[in-house]
């Protein structure tokens, strides 16, 4: 199982990562900078969990509550879609109480899903 932490700075952009990205999705910190975060978040997860991702991103910005995590479909680079179970906390809020910043460590979940299905 592949895993990976990532620490993301929302008002400056700045995103950092383990180098064991590469491994569990096959993108470079720098070729996701050179797209951009958003536009890279926005190219490589499944339409309808971007609307999960979305919506549960709200709920952050509204509430006080700084653990996050969820199961999305997310494209490798070599084009295969792999399963992320992702758990992360807000580590820092803007005065007016929204996110700042996250830390999030991520799970290759691939497997788990496959089993889970051929047991069913």
Request: with cysteine; proline share 3%.
């Amino acid at each position: 199982m592949f895993t990976y932490s990532s620490e993301f700075h929302i008002l400056i952009g700045k995103y950092s990562l383990h180098r064991s990205k590469l491994t569990l999705v096959g993108y470079s910190l720098p070729e996701i900078r050179a797209r951009g975060t958003f536009q890279h978040y926005k190219d490589t997860y499944k339409p309808e969990h971007l609307n999960i991702i979305d919506e549960s991103w709200n709920f952050y910005e509204k509430n006080t509550d700084d653990i996050f995590s969820g199961i999305y479909k997310k494209q490798h680079k070599n084009g295969k879609w792999i399963w992320i179970y992702g758990i992360g906390h807000i580590s820092k809020r803007k005065p007016d109480g929204t996110p700042e910043q996250t830390l999030c460590i991520a799970f290759d979940f691939t497997n788990r899903i496959i089993t889970d299905k051929n047991l069913r």
